[in-house]
């Protein structure tokens, strides 16, 4: 009987140590300590920014527009406005003050025609000026003291080349630094570049189309191409110098005047200023069409005058077209974070208030990879 209890003590505590050194081994597994199941679920949702013209039946500017007055078309799929808010404008000024081979454009023509459309926008808006010629920059940033405004304007300087691809890039970024809303930039240009960057310039106006600015130009290209046209065949309608200059012809006794020698126009046989001056006859062509299509593209107003008179009465008009304006947000059916690439969407606005013409019609790039202002993500 004690012999039996030793020998079972004896193999009970071989077993026990046997245990114990298999759970100092590693070989058993420690029971995972359960983490809480993340339940938080994040939804996105996305804004389409634009500007929208409002007037009535007789062309004045309609007030009191909500949201359900209006039909937003994307892409041809139907939506409603999430917003509709007037706003003062704020309004970015472009003065084209440079050039080499400008000869309607001038420095004081464009000053008129800045001075113009200050003079005719609503109190309360905000204007900013710039200038561009051998550089771009900007003269005065947002004032609503329509003094200083023009004081800004009077301070512009001549150059002699034309940095339009700086300009655009620069203004750009400028308005999209404020941070404001219901903004408009409007060009005084012939839109042409000195350095002749095509390339650039087409990605400038594709990153100024990814924005919710409205872009309104008032053009020189008209008038410019129509001076340049006889040049282009070799023949200028430039008087010929004066046989006697106005200085003498004052001196002489009275009744006595200077004839002259009345020529008609002259010939040029020189082919390199042919050549040059059809490459600068193509140039403004392109430039027009360029422009044209940015301003549609941007739903801005598109002023191409025949004359110097002309381009100062049509600020008005450019000035009613901003002043005009309502800010319209919407929820877009198809996500832009799940668009690849750039993606093009045609958004058209139209009324369904009696009473009430809207004017919308905006082709809006987005960069997914780099997602403009005019689009935001909230979580």
Do not use: C
Not at 107 to 131: E, F, H, I, N, Y
Not at 194 to 208: E, H, I, P, V
Not at 268 to 294: C, F, H, N, P, Y
Not at 325 to 343: D, F, N
């Amino acid at each position: 009987m004690p012999k039996r209890s030793k020998s079972f003590n004896l193999v009970f505590l071989i077993l026990l140590f046997a245990a114990a050194v298999s759970a100092q081994s590693g070989r058993v597994q420690a029971t995972p300590t359960p983490t809480p199941e993340d339940d938080t679920v994040r939804i996105v949702t996305e804004e389409i920014k634009l500007n929208v013209l409002a007037f009535d039946e007789k062309g004045d500017f309609f007030r009191d527009v909500n949201e359900r007055d209006l039909v937003i078309s994307e892409n041809n799929i139907l939506h409603q406005p999430v917003s509709v808010r007037r706003l003062p404008a704020n309004v970015l000024i472009i003065m084209d003050t440079g050039g080499e081979l400008r000869v309607v454009k001038s420095l004081d023509q464009t000053r008129k025609v800045a001075k113009a459309v200050v003079d005719a926008l609503r109190p309360g808006d905000a204007v900013a000026v710039m200038q561009y010629s051998d550089k771009a920059e900007i003269v005065t940033e947002w004032t609503s003291d329509k003094s200083q405004a023009l004081a800004a304007i009077k301070r512009a300087n001549f150059g002699r080349r034309s940095m339009f691809v700086e300009a655009i890039k620069l203004a750009t970024d400028f308005m999209l630094r404020s941070g404001v809303d219901n903004k408009h930039i409007i060009l005084i240009t012939d839109g042409t570049d000195s350095m002749g960057r095509s390339s650039a310039k087409f990605d400038a106006f594709q990153r100024l189309m990814a924005t919710d600015i409205s872009v309104h130009v008032i053009s020189y290209t008209s008038m410019e191409a129509a001076d340049i046209e006889p040049r282009t065949k070799g023949i200028s309608n430039t008087p010929p110098p004066k046989a006697m200059p106005d200085e003498i012809a004052a001196t002489l006794p009275n009744g006595v005047k200077d004839k002259g020698v009345k020529v008609g126009p002259t010939i040029s046989l020189d082919r390199t200023l042919i050549k040059k001056m059809k490459a600068r006859q193509l140039e403004l062509e392109t430039s027009q069409e360029q422009l044209e299509k940015l301003a549609e593209s941007t739903n801005g107003e598109y002023i191409l005058p025949n004359s110097l008179d002309e381009m100062v009465e049509k600020a008005a008009l450019v000035a009613k077209m901003v002043d005009a304006s309502y800010v319209v947000t919407y929820m877009p059916k198809i996500s832009v974070v799940e668009t690849r690439g750039i993606a093009e969407r045609n958004i058209d606005v139209t009324s369904r208030r009696a009473g009430l013409i809207v004017v919308a019609r905006r082709k809006l790039l987005i960069d997914t990879k780099n997602q403009p202002k005019s689009v935001s993500s909230k979580p």
